[in-house]
């Protein structure tokens, strides 16, 4: 290895993390984007790396850090230089080649890739969820003032959706199971080449329908909150539990596999989400998951901002959930770094399309809001549903324009977050979303810490 001279001048890469590991740390960059695990030593030097970039700057600086001698830190820091040239955290006399970000957050916006429709067949819901978003239209299941839309009107859009290569349509609601011909909406849909996804609390499945049930959706998607009843019960309201869990008994009793669980996570189910997975491993098989961090409705209301975990809380039952998850046969962690950009991945209004009951058309599914309509499918076409959401301005809305995430080094993980939960809470679909932050933070942070340990284990 060459000595470097010591006006070298290092370049490096403009944001990173440092994530803690047991012994060292992981440093991560989503612009390079690898995980290189460093020592204490190493990272309080990486923590007076100067702005100049030149090589004698640094030792100095690291030498007077270190209380060191200048010849023993330079020797020191050389073989770290190298790996991080190598692994292009830094780059020798020019400037680093890295990912090019604002291209990939342009590029990636508003392309969440097959065009979906989620469709409310009903606002009515035999629950009554603390956290739901979609409590106003269960409330007042009355459509605001227009009829819900009939078979024949669902039947005629659906030809619309395959004509419009729409690939799926998410039953979602209110409870979708509680529309009477949900199976002959669905069977139209079906036979229409379109995939068939249902989002349910489970609660109206029988032994009579879940023939009928598993034959008819691709796949399904059933709200389990936890294992544990009380704490279910805490946000999905008394005899919740029972109902879901023997409606998920009924289901797997047609020992169908692409069942997937949806526990919205709140600080009364983060400590033990943990036992899920193998409380419904062992009962069903089930391991597949959609875990969702609860998404507050309003930022004045406290008692929906009660229901928010403390992050410290969060970071430790999303890791312990995880890790059971990957003891499970099929529950492995995911490659986060296969996903950069994924929070750049919104395709709100574009490629998603969110139906009320009463066929009013929303951007997705959080975005119910009156002056966010992008027309009723009775009285538009697709094509004009598309041109008035993009009217809107929120087509390509991406964490480009949120100035506080642009120094970030998990941006392209994240992607500024939820812009449908910012709309709710700031009132602005750009608006920096500081209350949910902290959970992105420690989100990516355990995600790729989980990750470089299994990518370990494996070479191990
Ligand atoms: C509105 S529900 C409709 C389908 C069905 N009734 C159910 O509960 O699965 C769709 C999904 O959104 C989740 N959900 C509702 N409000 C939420 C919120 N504020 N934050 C995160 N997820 C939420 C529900 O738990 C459910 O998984
Ligand atoms: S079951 Fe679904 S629609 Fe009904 S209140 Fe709960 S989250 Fe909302
Ligand atoms: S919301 Fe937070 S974690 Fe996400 S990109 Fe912005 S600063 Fe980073």
């Known amino acids: 290895m060459s000595m470097l001279a010591l006006d070298s001048k290092l ?22 984007p690898t995980l290189f695990p460093i020592t204490q ?7 007076v790396f100067p702005q100049s970039g030149i090589l004698e700057d640094w030792i100095v600086l690291a030498t007077n850090k270190f209380n060191a001698d200048f010849a023993e830190t330079l020797k020191y820091l050389h ?10 955290f830094l780059a020798l ?5 890295y990912l090019d970000w604002k291209t990939q957050l342009v590029d990636n916006s508003n392309d969440g890739g097959s065009r979906t429709c989620y469709l409310s067949v009903t606002d009515n819901c035999n629950l009554r969820c603390l956290y739901c978003y979609n409590a106003d239209e269960r409330e007042h299941s009355i459509c605001q003032g227009r009829e819900a839309l009939s078979d024949i009107e669902i039947f005629e859009f659906i030809d619309k959706l395959a004509d419009n290569d729409f690939e799926y349509i998410v039953f979602t609601g209110g409870e979708p199971m509680l529309r009477k011909s949900i199976f002959t909406i669905v069977e139209y849909a079906k036979n229409k080449g379109l995939g068939t996804n249902l989002l ?9 329908n879940v023939k009928q049930v598993v034959d008819l959706f691709d796949s399904i998607t059933v709200s389990l909150d936890s294992s544990i009843e009380s704490e279910h019960e805490a946000t999905r309201g008394k005899g919740s539990w029972k109902r879901t869990i023997r409606g998920l ?11 997937a669980l949806r526990p919205v996570i709140t600080d009364h189910n983060i400590d033990n989400l943990y036992l899920l997975p193998e409380f419904a491993y062992s009962r069903w098989n089930i391991s597949s998951y959609q875990p969702t961090m609860y998404l507050p409705n309003s930022i004045k209301e406290t008692k929906e901002l009660a229901l928010l975990p403390d992050v410290k809380k969060y970071a430790k039952g999303m890791d312990l959930f995880y890790r059971k998850l990957g003891n499970i046969p099929g529950g492995n962690a995911d490659d ?11 395709g709100m209004a574009k490629s998603i399309f969110s139906i009320s009951a009463n066929g009013d058309v929303f951007p997705c599914q959080s975005l119910h809001f009156d002056e966010l309509t992008m027309g009723n499918i009775r009285h538009q076409e697709i094509d004009e549903l598309f041109k008035n ?8 809305v991406s964490g480009l324009q949120i100035p506080e995430c642009t120094d970030c080094p998990f941006l392209l993980l994240c992607g500024g977050g939820c812009r449908a939960t910012t709309y709710k809470l700031y009132g602005n679909m750009t608006a920096f979303n500081e209350l949910m932050c902290c959970y992105s933070k420690v989100g990516a942070e355990n995600q790729l810490l989980r990750y470089y340990e299994y990518r370990k284990s494996l070479t191990n």
Not at 93 to 97: G, R, V, Y
């Open 11 to 32: 370049y490096r890469v403009p944001r990173w993390a440092f994530i803690k590991l047991e012994k060292g740390f992981l440093l991560y960059s989503d612009l390079t």
């Open 41 to 47: 030593n190493e990272k309080s030097a990486l923590d």
């Open 79 to 88: 073989p770290l230089i190298h790996k991080m040239i190598n692994a292009k």
């Open 93 to 97: 006399n020019k400037p680093l080649e």
């Open 200 to 208: 349910s609390n489970g609660t109206a499945f029988t032994h009579k």
């Open 249 to 259: 008994d009924f289901l797997m009793s047609q020992s169908r596999h692409e069942i």
């Open 336 to 346: 986060p770094l296969k996903s950069i950009s994924y929070g750049g991945k919104c």
């Open 389 to 396: 959401g993009e009217a809107l301005g929120i087509v390509g």
